[in-house]
């Protein structure tokens, strides 16, 4: 990631997270007290110093999200734009994680691999939303506009689009949701 890219990432989580909201009140706001863009500042960040000559610095965005928001996330994980994550806490985002655009991720949330060092890791569509206490692992596609229930463990891909499902192991337990 060229530092070009990283700022335009970060500008569009900013104005993405900011909402409606003008002035240096809300600009200020937004930077210092938004859990929800912090950590994705602090994902970003990683991402661009893990490809960078200033890899070490990489060590210190992970270990704020860590220590502040008991979350981490990947810097090799590719996370799309307009990421919603209402309660950044207790999240877990693993290695080879690939998330699409305009997902919401609720609040303790494991999305990673399967067995250690296999390096199957999932795959989230777009306008998925992954409600609180969610469990994704393996090498699993969970398709656009999918709903996963909370407190489900999914083991399995999601292929059918717009459906709900919840359950342990996950199971599709309504279609056409939206």
């Known amino acids: 990631m060229e530092f070009r890219e990283l700022k335009r990432s970060i500008s569009r989580d900013f104005e993405f997270l900011r909402g409606d909201s003008r002035g240096i009140k809300s600009y200020i706001i937004t930077i210092f007290f938004n859990p929800k863009f912090q950590i994705l500042f602090n994902y970003r960040l ?56 305009n997902v919401t991720i609720y609040q303790n949330v494991t999305i990673g691999g399967k067995n250690i060092g296999e390096g199957k890791y999932p795959t989230i569509g777009n306008s998925v939303v992954i409600f609180a206490n969610t469990t994704i692992v393996g090498d699993i596609v969970i398709s656009d506009n999918i709903t996963i229930g909370a407190n489900s463990l999914v083991l399995s891909s999601c292929p059918a689009v717009g459906a709900v499902y919840a359950g342990n192991p996950a199971k599709k337990i309504q279609k056409d949701c939206r």
Do not use: R
């Not at 810097?75 to 699409?100: C, F, Q, R, S, T």
């Open 46 to 101: 990683s991402v661009y110093l893990e490809q960078s000559p200033f890899g070490f610095f990489n060590i210190i965005t992970k270990y704020i999200n860590l220590i502040v928001f008991s979350s981490e996330i990947s810097p090799n994980a590719i996370i799309g734009e307009n990421i919603k994550i209402p309660h950044p806490i207790g999240l877990v985002i693993g290695h080879d994680v690939k998330i699409g655009d």
